[in-house]
């Protein structure tokens, strides 16, 4: 009698069940990453991307349909970073199932609607919030970096407030990057290992901000890459989105997951 039939044998659990990622070694705190792996996300995402490229073409151009219709809609507009961690849940859904040797399909951009919907959507609603505190901020720091202009007319109190804005700026350029690449880890967080909204945004945003340089680095090469992929009629978008996606996704494996 084969091991296959022997009824006493211990129970294996199935690769293929999202709740748990048994690939490698789960490391709930994350890992502390050099600078360089910033460039290795967008690799690996390049290499996830040339398994299937059709596929993941269709996914960008469903993507950028949404988007656009959505995006031109008052009031709907919001929806965009409501459903942003659902297809992105999907999508590592579909990263996983390459990494299982089964492809990715079509279909895997909407597997976030049946795995988990709701956490998802709180994911995108807490995103919006953050989004909502950044513009207060923003605001705040806007009007009284006006009121110095305004209060000094000499040419040193004007180049003063110039600095002053800058600096406020790029603060917030450095506050918003962490906040925005923890919720875009959060996603795999939630479909495949079952945490909560706010324990994957905690999470991702407390893993974001130990490895803040790798992921400087990651988005000013995202930075670069959309601006060349807007050059040809946004048509490098259909290459540059679904890489960015899965890249994401590389992120993911490589900060939480021994090597």
């Not at 490229?53 to 995006?71: D, K, R």
């Not at 079509?106 to 807490?126: K, Q």
């Not at 004007?158 to 603060?171: C, K, P």
């Amino acid at each position: 009698m084969s091991i296959q039939d022997n009824p006493f044998q211990t129970p294996v659990a199935r690769l293929q069940d999202h709740g748990e990622l048994v690939i490698g070694d789960f490391q709930g705190g994350g890992r502390l990453l050099p600078l360089s792996h910033g460039y290795r996300w967008l690799q690996r995402g390049w290499q996830l991307f040339r398994t299937a490229p059709g596929t993941w073409i269709g996914i960008a151009v469903a993507c950028l349909a949404v988007l656009l219709i959505l995006g031109s809609i008052p009031f709907l507009n919001v929806a965009v970073n409501l459903l942003a961690p659902v297809f992105i849940g999907g999508l590592s859904i579909g990263c996983r199932a390459i990494e299982d040797g089964e492809g990715i399909r079509f279909s895997h951009l909407f597997a976030g609607f049946s795995r988990r919907p709701g956490t998802l959507l709180m994911v995108g609603l807490l995103y919006l919030l953050g989004l909502l505190l950044m513009a207060i901020i923003i605001g705040v720091v806007a009007a009284l970096t006006g009121a110095v202009a305004v209060g000094t007319a000499d040419g040193a109190g004007g180049e003063a407030a110039l600095w002053t804005f800058l600096l406020s700026l790029g603060v917030m350029i450095l506050v918003f990057t962490p906040l925005a690449m923890a919720v875009w880890l959060a996603p795999p967080l939630v479909v495949l290992h079952d945490f909560s909204a706010s324990q994957a945004i905690w999470t991702s945003l407390r893993v974001a901000l130990r490895n803040l340089p790798p992921f400087m680095v990651y988005g000013v090469l995202v930075l670069l890459l959309a601006v060349c992929a807007s050059l040809p009629l946004l048509l490098g978008w259909l290459l540059l989105l679904p890489v960015i996606y899965a890249s994401l996704y590389a992120a993911y494996r490589d900060i939480f997951f021994s090597e």
